[in-house]
């Protein structure tokens, strides 16, 4: 009987061994999954760059970020910079995930898209990156601690206003933070299954001509 407990003790340590393996290799796997997400190869051969971009472009502004830049040749595009969403805004969807929704209603943040769209070998590569800034302002000097409402801006006590002095406005820096690779994956996502959907409807279409 000591035998059997000895034995079911070393089975449950045995496998609680092999629990942990597994799980260390799921997440291993999984944090290298979230890495490559905001890259993709599709095998469409049937869409142009240019049918791509068009696509690539009409995600983005989906999501109300204005283009600033598109150039076909290079299959580069680049956004104007979008302030984050506020949590009231839920129609907006460039907040992905609670941590960066957080962020943009804590601090005054703003985004920018880059994508780059090539073709080679017959596939179509997707590498997006969405880098983020957020606003830096200067204190202003007070005199008490009832006057805190008025640190940043020239606000009274009870009506926030973003309105600066001309040396807080000299002294007005946004300040780069790390990427977004939750939005660039989001991004690249919807592109692809965008893609995915143009070329399985162009099939339909060419088999039913024939």
């Excluded at 629990?19 to 290799?25: G, H």
């Excluded at 995600?59 to 830049?69: E, G, N, P, R």
């Excluded at 002095?165 to 299954?193: H, N």
Aim: charged share 30%.
């Amino acid at each position: 009987m000591l035998m059997n407990k000895f034995a079911g003790n070393d089975k449950s340590r045995h496998t609680s061994r092999l629990c942990s393996c597994a799980l260390m290799a799921c997440t291993i796997a999984l944090a290298g999954c979230g890495q490559q997400q905001k890259k993709a190869i599709t095998d469409s051969a049937s869409i142009s760059a240019a049918e791509a971009m068009e696509v690539a472009e009409d995600v983005l502004a989906k999501m109300y970020f204005a283009i600033d830049k598109a150039d076909a040749a290079s299959g580069y595009i680049r956004t104007r910079p979008l302030s984050g969403a506020q949590f009231f805004e839920f129609w907006r969807s460039d907040n992905v995930g609670s941590e960066n929704a957080f962020l943009s209603n804590l601090h005054t943040i703003r985004r920018t898209v880059e994508l780059n769209m090539n073709r080679r070998q017959g596939r179509l590569e997707i590498d997006c990156d969405v880098r983020v800034q957020r606003l830096s302002l200067p204190e202003r000097e007070t005199f008490s601690t009832a006057r805190a409402y008025g640190i940043y801006t020239r606000s009274g006590p009870t009506l926030q206003k973003l309105k600066l002095d001309p040396a807080q406005i000299k002294d007005t820096e946004w300040i780069d933070l790390d990427d977004d690779e939750k939005l660039a994956a989001e991004i690249v996502k919807r592109i692809t299954e965008r893609i995915a959907r143009r070329s399985s409807s162009d099939s339909r279409t060419a088999e039913s001509r024939t």
